[in-house]
T-cell receptor, first 116, second 114 residues
């Protein structure tokens, strides 16, 4: 596609429910990143994929969070048993190469998750 | 670990005023430095970048110089416009564990009044 696409754009869920957030990266981009943006905070790194593997999962805040990527393309971030502190905007980005030294990361518009 | 500290906002300026948003960093190795911008209702987009010391990134009238001696990458613009109103994020790319990743500052909200 023309850009990074995320769905849904907004999600309201009840505490304790599971949610799935989807990211469609730019075609051909091998690297994919998930970030979380909480109100008044910077972007918090969650996980990075190179192809279908995730060499860096260090940012996942708890074992309720998991992510997968299939076919080197679409990625899904799953949050189980959601808590109110999970409320945030979840951003996905992709880049042509993983180095990020000279290549640009392209961001989607995010999924705004509200846990009530 | 890697970290980015940027000037807290919000910042409110009149049109044609001079803008500086301070950014300092801590990183292992030789990071690349970026400024990303988030316009209202839009996703983050790259504004400018610099990949080595003394490089100057520039775009849309904005400039930032990679200063290794002061570990800084301050964003400047000589004459801001209403259309520059947005949130600005300083970021670095450096090794963290086994991979390079982008580390972001907390963002600075800029409002330019006509």
């Amino acid at each position: 596609g023309a850009g990074v696409s995320q769905s849904p754009s907004n999600k309201v869920t009840e505490k304790g429910k599971d949610v799935e957030l989807r990211c469609d990266p730019i075609s051909g981009h091998t690297a994919l990143y998930w970030y979380r943006q909480s109100l008044g905070q910077g972007l918090e790194f969650l996980i990075y994929f190179q192809g279908n593997s995730a060499p860096d999962k260090s940012g996942l805040p708890s074992d309720r969070f998991s992510a997968e990527r299939t076919g080197g393309s679409v990625s899904t971030l799953t949050i189980q048993r959601t808590q109110q502190e999970d409320s945030a905007v979840y951003l996905c980005a992709s880049s042509l190469e993983p180095g990020l030294r000279n290549t640009e990361a392209f961001f989607g518009q995010g999924t705004r998750l509200t846990v009530v | 670990g890697n970290s980015v500290t940027q000037m807290e906002g919000p910042v409110t300026l009149s049109e044609e005023a001079f803008l500086t948003i301070n950014c300092t960093y801590t990183a292992t190795g030789y990071p690349s430095l970026f400024w990303y911008v988030q316009y209202p209702g839009e996703g983050l987009q790259l504004l400018l970048k610099a990949t080595k010391a003394d490089d100057k990134g520039s775009n849309k009238g904005f400039e930032a110089t990679y200063r290794k001696e002061t570990t800084s990458f301050h964003l400047e613009k000589g004459s801001v416009q209403v259309s520059d109103s947005a949130v600005y994020f300083c970021a670095l790319s450096a090794l963290s564990g086994s991979a390079r990743q982008l580390t972001f500052g907390s963002g600075t909200q800029l409002t330019v009044l006509p």
